[in-house]
């Protein structure tokens, strides 16, 4: 039977321990990736339109969809608009 790992000894192994630059690239990633899913989820749940959302903030439809697909970093305070103003959700940020 094949030793299990834990899911940290894995992205160890695919991507480097933390600090390296193949692993700081993934985690970065993975950051967008969580925010875009985080973006379109709270979006939906509103039950508004990319363009809906995007009137309520200022910004275009084009700009809001390519953060839901990860494809733009977005500023803090963009963040901060896009999901106090146009979503009405509270938006906090910690640093471990």
Known sequence: MRKLKTFEE???QKYGELGSAKRTAFEGKAMIFS???ML???RKEAGLT???L???????KTYISRIEN????IQLSTLYKV????LGKRLTISIE
């Open 10 to 12: 894995l992205l160890d």
């Open 83 to 86: 999901f106090e103003e146009g």
């Open 70 to 73: 990860g494809k733009s970093d």
């Open 54 to 60: 995007a009137l309520k903030v200022g910004t275009q």
């Open 35 to 37: 925010v875009s899913e």
């Open 40 to 42: 379109k989820n709270a």
């Open 50 to 52: 990319q363009e809906q």
